[in-house]
């Protein structure tokens, strides 16, 4: 569904389980103060992320083990960053402005109501934790 709405976020998520999907996967990471978040990197993705301020992310990215569950609702991950090769792959994909990088919690309680599964993985064992 990433090529329709923002890719690990709860529209992203409802998108496709509207659209018949009967597993979602799922990368996941840890915060600071030990919530399991949904996340394919280890660190916040400046393509794909707008800080406080509202302006894109640059080098060097926050790490989301360092970050509270506060202080990572902070990012709006909800539209590409124009400028972007990424958003260059998904020209058509939809801004959800306010999005932000949901808890696992959160994304579980999706699937139970169209009958979905998890498929929860990583990628990077160590980045977890």
Same mark, same amino acid.
């Given at each position: 569904?990433?090529?329709?709405?923002?890719?690990?976020?709860?529209?992203?998520?409802?998108?496709?389980?509207?659209?018949?999907?009967?597993?979602?996967?799922?990368?996941?990471?840890?915060?600071?103060?030990?919530? @399991?978040?949904?996340?394919?990197? &280890?660190? +916040?993705?400046? =393509?794909?992320?707008? /800080? #406080?301020?509202?302006?894109?992310?640059?080098?060097?990215?926050?790490?989301?083990?360092?970050?509270?569950?506060?202080?990572?609702?902070?990012?709006?991950?909800?539209?590409?960053?124009?400028?972007?090769?990424?958003?260059?792959?998904?020209?058509?994909?939809?801004? @959800?402005?306010?999005?932000?990088? &949901?808890? +696992?919690?959160? =994304?579980?309680?999706? /699937? #139970?109501?169209?009958?979905?599964?998890?498929?929860?993985?990583?990628?990077?064992?160590?980045?977890?934790?």
């Amino acid at each position: 569904a990433r090529g329709l709405l923002p890719e690990n976020t709860l529209a992203g998520f409802d998108r496709a389980l509207a659209l018949g999907a009967t597993t979602l996967e799922m990368d996941l990471a840890v915060t600071a103060d030990g919530h @399991v978040v949904i996340s394919h990197d &280890p660190a +916040l993705n400046p =393509a794909i992320t707008r /800080g #406080p301020d509202g302006r894109w992310i640059r080098a060097p990215v926050p790490v989301i083990n360092r970050l509270t569950l506060a202080e990572l609702a902070a990012f709006d991950v909800g539209r590409m960053d124009p400028t972007s090769r990424y958003a260059g792959r998904f020209p058509d994909q939809e801004a @959800v402005d306010g999005a932000r990088i &949901p808890t +696992l919690v959160e =994304a579980l309680a999706l /699937g #139970p109501r169209a009958g979905a599964r998890p498929c929860i993985s990583t990628s990077r064992p160590s980045s977890v934790h």
